[in-house]
């Protein structure tokens, strides 16, 4: 009999393992640890990628039906996880009905529906993408709203000759956000769950905000900021995971990038406020508030008012976020990690269109984390980071893009846009307080630029690569940076309209120029170059290191202004990103539209062998395309495994590319085996190593 429920289709992803017979022959009284505990001393970290391999669909409803009974799910969904323990190895099996899965004509054509119309999902879980979004948003917000402020309280905490305190006042929630990450995230999440670690930490953020409001010294703010990075750093670990856990496959590598776009608006949020809470008050009166009034004078509320509103009104985002947090059901993964699978179940089936697409994923996903374990007994993470070449090659060229991200000199903008534009309009003689508007319109207007052109990279990211997107915007950077660094050499005294033209253009420019770069790549990239198996090690290691050259950058800028003044200190970082240009060329290999196999493959390639061809590469267009020479393209760079004399096996195990990055249609097999089950058809192993 055909089941009577109906469900929707998990975007398929690829796996290329190695070719082995199909798995009929156990006792039906074999439970799933068992088997699973097989296939992973047989495949070890491959098995990561489809934890079910070689398993006949006969095989699978069996374990299907016991995995109900054994983890206290209702008896009367025996038959149901039967179906889901089939499409959970192969979410292609229902285009191959067999005695063993027989779907209606409804069910099937729900599969083919979700693939063509993947953002038809239910509403919980478009507001569980609300409140991911909405904590994006606050952190960009926290970033800014010290930008328009912190030109203010800088005279207001007499600070304006001590760089080195100022700059670590700016900086406090970064370096908090540098151990936060690595030391707080995981206990956080581990007892409170997905949903509570947010909420704790927006409710962090919300009274830091509001406290700093209050302060009176600098001291006072340096505190209340190390609160803030509480709230910032486990959060920035935390909601993309929420996000990617909860989310279906087809649409999970849409949720990483969100991330960074409502992150991008948040940045927009808090330079917007710096324009609108300008007036409030009398900051902006140079009679009453001017910059050498005094301390006292500056710390009143008619003075002070402005600036407090500014670093104060990001309390409410997060205030918004609390509440929402108490609609959203938790994330199934930590569920199943407590031994939770009833309230897993309940869980998927609101974030899922059907019981059965709730099931597949709860059946996936317990296999998935039983591996993982597995592994983890074996081996200890950390070391296997930087033992096997593999994966030092991806913390390598993680660690890079990470680094990068700070080091092009985008938050020398993002933290002092609102100084350094003051520097371009105003003349240093003469202080006047309402040059002030001018530079925090401009800086308004460089967040909404980061804004608008970071939603063109959710397409160009998959369409154009990781890769050339960084080799592209690298020189473009470094030209706009050290546009902006010659502009302040421009006199204020004779031309002083070309000078801040000159200036803002350069800092539109790089803001273009970065967005669809430097900004959406990192995370992604390094979301998705890691083995499963560390994953998690290689996420934290790389948040850490971008928190912490943030706090480096934004500690150090006033400092570095004061020695080498604008020019200098914007043309450092102009050299930066031509150093970053050849780091990337060197180091950082493409993973556009790889499976996990295919970057085991692509990260097994020699750092020397990588970095030659990358040179000869970048030659051969240097002297075709500039010196105009007719020279033969050097031969590309041969990954094992792709080449046609031995094919590789395609297997479309339902969650392989946990990154949610597309990945290519299956190559055709082109040799037959009696032992294939429906939907894949295993040819050569290339015999890859791991």
């Known amino acids: 009999m055909e089941p009577e429920y109906s469900f929707a289709f998990q975007e398929p992803a690829v796996f290329t393992p190695n070719s082995n017979p199909v798995i009929d022959h156990d006792s039906d009284d074999e439970d799933l640890e068992e088997i699973l505990n097989r296939n992973v001393n047989s495949h070890e970290f491959g098995v990561l990628a489809n934890p079910l391999l070689n398993l006949?669909?006969?095989?699978?409803?069996?374990?299907?039906?016991?995995?109900?009974?054994?983890?206290?799910?209702?008896?009367?969904?025996?038959?149901?996880?039967?179906?889901?323990?089939?499409?959970?190895?192969?979410?292609?099996?229902?285009?191959?009905?067999?005695?063993?899965?027989?779907?209606?004509?409804?069910?099937?054509?729900?599969?083919?529906?979700?693939?063509?119309?993947?953002?038809?999902?239910?509403?919980?879980?478009?507001?569980?993408?609300?409140?991911?979004?909405?904590?994006?948003?606050?952190?960009?917000?926290?970033?800014?709203?010290?930008?328009?402020?912190?030109?203010?309280?800088?005279?207001?905490?007499?600070?304006?000759?001590?760089?080195?305190?100022?700059?670590?006042?700016?900086?406090?929630?970064?370096?908090?956000?540098?151990?936060?990450?690595?030391?707080?995230?995981?206990?956080?999440?581990?007892?409170?769950?997905?949903?509570?670690?947010?909420?704790?930490?927006?409710?962090?953020?919300?009274?830091?905000?509001?406290?700093?409001?209050?302060?009176?010294?600098?001291?006072?703010?340096?505190?209340?900021?190390?609160?803030?990075?509480?709230?910032?750093?486990?959060?920035?670990?935390?909601?993309?995971?929420?996000?990617?856990?909860?989310?279906?496959?087809?649409?999970?590598?849409?949720?990483?990038?969100?991330?960074?776009?409502?992150?991008?608006?948040?940045?927009?949020?808090?330079?917007?406020?710096?324009?609108?809470?300008?007036?409030?008050?009398?900051?902006?009166?140079?009679?009453?508030?001017?910059?050498?009034?005094?301390?006292?004078?500056?710390?009143?509320?008619?003075?002070?008012?402005?600036?407090?509103?500014?670093?104060?009104?990001?309390?409410l985002l997060p205030l918004l976020v609390c509440v929402h947090v108490f609609f959203i059901p938790e994330s199934p993964r930590w569920y199943i990690g407590r031994g939770e699978y009833l309230k897993a179940f309940d869980a998927l089936c609101q974030l899922r269109n059907s019981e059965l697409q709730a099931a597949r994923d709860l059946f996936y996903i317990h296999c998935l984390l039983h591996a993982e374990r597995e592994i983890q007994k074996k081996r200890n993470r950390l070391v296997e980071m930087v033992r096997r070449p593999r994966n030092r090659r991806a913390l390598q060229a993680s660690i890079i893009v990470m680094f990068m991200q700070q080091f092009c000199g985008v938050n020398?903008?993002?933290?002092?846009?609102?100084?350094?534009?003051?520097?371009?309009?105003?003349?240093?003689?003469?202080?006047?307080?309402?040059?002030?508007?001018?530079?925090?319109?401009?800086?308004?207007?460089?967040?909404?630029?980061?804004?608008?052109?970071?939603?063109?990279?959710?397409?160009?990211i998959d369409t154009r690569g990781r890769r050339i997107l960084l080799l592209t915007t690298f020189p473009l950077m470094a030209l706009f940076m050290l546009l902006m660094a010659l502009g302040f050499l421009i006199p204020i005294d004779t031309h002083a309209n070309a000078r801040t033209g000159v200036i803002m253009l350069g800092i539109y420019l790089f803001a273009i120029a970065y967005s669809p770069g430097e900004g959406p790549v990192p995370f992604t990239y390094s979301a998705e170059c890691y083995p499963l198996y560390v994953r998690d090690v290689g996420m934290s290691i790389a948040t850490a290191v971008t928190w912490g050259f943030n706090f480096l950058v934004t500690m150090t800028l006033p400092a570095m202004q004061s020695k080498l003044k604008q020019t200098g200190a914007?043309?450092?970082?102009?050299?930066?990103?031509?150093?970053?240009?050849?780091?990337?060329?060197?180091?950082?290999?493409?993973?556009?539209?790889?499976?996990?196999?295919?970057?085991?493959?692509?990260?097994?390639?020699?750092?020397?062998?990588?970095?030659?061809?990358?040179?000869?590469?970048?030659?051969?267009?240097?002297?075709?395309?500039?010196?105009?020479?007719?020279?033969?393209?050097?031969?590309?760079?041969?990954?094992?495994?792709?080449?046609?004399?031995?094919?590789i096996v395609q297997f479309t195990g339902h969650g392989s590319n946990t990154s949610g990055s597309p990945v290519p249609t299956p190559r055709p097999a082109s040799v037959d085996s009696e032992h294939s089950w429906p939907g894949v058809q295993p040819v050569k192993s290339t015999g890859t190593q791991q």
């Open 570 to 647: 914007l043309g450092f970082y102009a050299a930066w990103n031509v150093v970053g240009f050849f780091l990337i060329l060197l180091f950082v290999p493409e993973t556009k539209n790889r499976s996990l196999e295919e970057l085991d493959r692509i990260f097994s390639i020699s750092t020397r062998k990588f970095a030659s061809n990358s040179i000869d590469v970048a030659m051969y267009h240097v002297k075709r395309k500039i010196f105009r020479l007719d020279i033969q393209r050097p031969a590309e760079l041969h990954i094992p495994g792709d080449d046609d004399e031995k094919p």
């Open 56 to 315: 006949s669909r006969r095989r699978l409803r069996a374990l299907g039906r016991g995995f109900v009974g054994k983890r206290g799910l209702p008896e009367d969904k025996k038959e149901l996880f039967a179906d889901a323990a089939v499409l959970a190895q192969n979410n292609n099996a229902y285009t191959q009905p067999d005695d063993y899965l027989q779907l209606n004509d409804e069910a099937r054509n729900i599969l083919k529906r979700e693939v063509t119309h993947k953002w038809d999902q239910p509403k919980k879980l478009y507001s569980l993408i609300a409140v991911c979004a909405s904590a994006a948003a606050v952190q960009g917000w926290n970033q800014t709203a010290a930008n328009g402020a912190n030109i203010f309280y800088k005279y207001a905490f007499n600070l304006q000759n001590n760089s080195g305190i100022f700059g670590l006042v700016n900086g406090a929630p970064y370096l908090c956000c540098t151990f936060s990450c690595l030391l707080l995230t995981g206990p956080m999440n581990r007892y409170l769950g997905r949903r509570w670690t947010i909420f704790a930490t927006c409710l962090l953020s919300s009274v830091a905000c509001l406290s700093q409001a209050f302060t009176s010294n600098w001291q006072q703010m340096f505190a209340l900021r190390i609160i803030l990075g509480l709230g910032i750093g486990p959060k920035s670990a935390t909601v993309p995971i929420f996000a990617a856990e909860s989310s279906p496959a087809p649409i999970r590598g849409a949720m990483v990038m969100m991330w960074q776009t409502f992150t991008a608006f948040g940045i927009f949020l808090g330079l917007m406020t710096g324009v609108v809470f300008f007036n409030v008050g009398n900051s902006g009166d140079p009679n009453i508030c001017a910059t050498t009034s005094g301390s006292d004078n500056l710390l009143s509320l008619n003075c002070s008012l402005g600036w407090k509103l500014m670093v104060g009104a990001p309390m």
């Open 412 to 460: 020398t903008l993002i933290h002092y846009s609102t100084i350094i534009l003051y520097e371009a309009v105003s003349n240093n003689k003469t202080k006047d307080i309402q040059s002030y508007r001018k530079a925090l319109l401009g800086s308004m207007g460089l967040g909404l630029i980061n804004f608008l052109f970071a939603l063109p990279a959710v397409r160009l």
